[in-house]
């Protein structure tokens, strides 16, 4: 899977192609399916595997949206304004519980998984109903020249990751003022 912060341009580029969009719902949409991760390692490794519920489309748009809905309500503006120095008050303003916050994180989560997808050896995307082993992301597919799923998925894995991480420093670059308000609002307030 990309590094989840990697799925930050995604994100990102969605809160530009409509500026409607809110742009923390997008970012915590975006991360939150992969935190059934390490709870999926250590509690069911063997079991289960490490992608499911979140990774499926109806975990995304339900449990995944009420998460990702609650997280950036209440916890993104006490978290980045604790660890980025972002005016709190400008962060509970963009961080109101709307229709189009709700619709955002729904996005948020649903492009994690488009993402996951196309780069994944296996993809929870329909589950139950369809085994998740039986759906190969294209990529990785594509650069299984040899026929062999593991070496694809490693190849699928390098160009994804590389390719977000450009996006992220190409996106840090052209923000250089008030660089944090820009990544976490998305927007500057001019009148301070
Ligand atoms: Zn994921």
Redesign the pocket.
């Known amino acids: 899977?990309p590094i989840t912060p990697f799925h930050y341009p995604v994100a990102w580029g969605l809160s530009k192609l409509d500026k409607r969009l809110n742009l923390p719902g997008l970012i915590v949409g975006s991360f939150i399916?992969?935190i059934e991760v390490p709870f999926l390692i250590i509690f069911f490794h063997g079991v289960l595997p490490d992608?499911l519920i979140l990774?499926s489309l109806i975990g995304a748009v339900t449990i995944g949206v009420f998460i990702s809905t609650f997280v950036t309500v209440l916890l993104y503006p006490i978290l980045v304004s604790m660890f980025f120095g972002v005016d709190r008050v400008k962060l509970n303003e963009v961080c109101r519980l709307t229709p189009v916050l709700v619709l955002s994180c729904m996005l948020g989560n649903l492009f994690?998984l488009l993402l996951?997808l196309l780069m994944h050896p296996f993809n929870p995307t329909l589950w139950p109903f369809i085994d998740p082993y039986n759906i190969v992301g294209i990529l990785v597919l594509a650069l299984a020249i040899d026929g062999d799923i593991g070496l694809g998925f490693q190849r699928a894995n390098i160009l994804t990751n590389a390719i977000t991480g450009l996006l992220m420093i190409a996106i840090l670059l052209n923000s250089r003022r008030n660089l944090w308000e820009l990544i976490f609002v998305g927007k500057i307030y001019l009148k301070d």
Do not use: G, I, L, R
Request: net charge negative.
């Open positions: 899977m399916p992969d992608h990774h994690h996951d």
